[in-house]
């Protein structure tokens, strides 16, 4: 992924946040309008955040994030209906870029549908997929999504896991395009992929895709190819990296310590493609701890983008300077910090409270249990 996730990325999503069935959603937050956050408790493990940016990626994270004190109208709604649901089920819709959240809760089920394209939109559906309220009201062709209106289902796009050598010999032979194009459009590859597939097949994105399905041999190829790369998020787990942090080779001089791969990771991948050749490709257990590792500190200062954002609106205009604009970041995010270290000398204030005391604090326990 660069900054949109791809339909391969949310596959990869949808296999790590499925371990998460049968979890409970104890709050949400909407810390800015781009940017959803559903806190998620597994039994017997410690919270997460499962982080949802409008329009461009989904992922866990346990980062510390600052929250606003009062809840935007739809993370209010949300909380109505999902607080303290179960997570039932984790599905994508075909192989496009379409999460769907399944929860079981006190009013029923309810499905949360998280769109990754186009300007991206979350969308709260009760157990008949009627709209409760989506995240932004929206009007495409043939869809409306509108409270009261039954959500529709963009037309399922082809899965490439059920392309084989002959499916994917018809879809050549039909299409006017090049093959690159070919793959990427009606594959539903996306070009970082159909390049990656061609690459490794020896083929030429250029040729015309007709002229590719005449030849057998080199179809073969393409579906080996393809095939090849699909298993590889299959076999993801404890002994293979679910994901990887691509950062430029010549920032590794700085001794890996020091680098900052926030600011210099150009993406994150489930995969290791062709491509990622010239880079260095960092390893991580999971896919959403690579995105995490990425793009997480943005994502975590969204209340501070809100709140400047906010200020330079005030009397309907921008700050005077850029200058202006950064030096205020500065001074919020300083607050920031200074909240973290004041909660931190709490906490360590109670750690040392029960050390100090644990005999009485076992007593009560045992009276307690």
């Known amino acids: 992924m660069r900054e949109e996730m791809s339909g391969l990325d949310l596959r990869q999503v949808v296999a790590e946040l499925s371990e998460y069935v049968g979890a409970h959603c104890k709050k949400i937050y909407q810390p800015h309008h781009e940017q959803l956050v559903l806190r998620i408790k597994p039994r017997e493990k410690s919270p997460q955040d499962l982080v949802i940016v409008r329009g461009k990626r989904v992922y866990l994270s346990r980062r510390d994030r600052p929250m606003p004190t009062q809840p935007a109208p739809f993370a209010m709604l949300l909380r109505k209906h999902l607080g303290n649901g179960r997570l039932t089920a984790v599905s994508q819709h075909?192989?496009?870029?379409?999460?769907?959240?399944?929860?079981?809760?006190?009013?029923?089920?309810?499905?949360?549908?998280?769109?990754?394209?186009?300007?991206?939109?979350?969308?709260?559906?009760?157990?008949?997929?009627?709209?409760?309220?989506?995240?932004?009201?929206?009007?495409?062709?043939?869809?409306?999504?509108?409270?009261?209106?039954?959500?529709?289902?963009?037309?399922?796009?082809?899965?490439?896991?059920?392309?084989?050598?002959?499916?994917?010999?018809?879809?050549?032979?039909?299409?006017?395009?090049?093959?690159?194009?070919?793959?990427?459009?009606?594959?539903?590859?996306?070009?970082?992929?159909?390049?990656?597939?061609?690459?490794?097949?020896?083929?030429?994105?250029?040729?015309?895709?007709?002229?590719?399905?005449?030849?057998?041999g080199t179809v073969g190829k393409i579906s080996t190819a393809l095939s090849g790369i699909l298993a590889e998020l299959s076999v993801a787990g404890d002994e293979v990296p679910g994901g990887w942090l691509i950062l430029p080779m010549e920032k590794l001089d700085l001794g890996e310590e020091e680098v900052d791969i926030a600011r210099y990771a150009v993406e994150a991948s489930p995969v290791q493609l062709p491509a990622h050749g010239e880079f260095h490709c960092l390893p991580y257990p999971r896919f959403v701890d690579a995105v995490d590792a990425w793009m997480g500190n943005h994502d975590a200062a969204a209340l501070a983008r809100r709140q400047s954002e906010a200020v330079e609106t005030i009397g309907g205009r921008a700050p005077s300077t850029e200058a202006e604009t950064l030096e205020r970041r500065f001074s919020q995010q300083k607050s920031a910090l200074q909240g973290f270290s004041d909660k931190i000398r709490r906490q360590q204030e109670y750690g040392h409270a029960i050390h100090n005391n644990w005999s009485h604090v076992e007593e009560l326990l045992t009276q307690v249990n």
Do not use: W
Not at 125 to 147: E, M, N, V
């Open 94 to 216: 075909g192989f496009d870029r379409i999460i769907t959240l399944d929860f079981d809760t006190k009013d029923g089920p309810r499905h949360l549908i998280i769109e990754c394209f186009r300007d991206g939109n979350v969308i709260l559906a009760d157990s008949t997929f009627t709209i409760i309220q989506p995240l932004t009201h929206a009007r495409y062709s043939g869809r409306i999504l509108k409270k009261g209106e039954p959500y529709q289902f963009p037309p399922v796009a082809i899965d490439p896991h059920d392309l084989d050598t002959d499916a994917l010999q018809r879809l050549l032979r039909e299409s006017k395009r090049n093959v690159v194009r070919t793959l990427a459009g009606r594959a539903s590859l996306g070009g970082p992929l159909a390049n990656a597939v061609l690459q490794m097949s020896g083929i030429s994105g250029d040729v015309a895709a007709e002229k590719i399905a005449e030849d057998t």
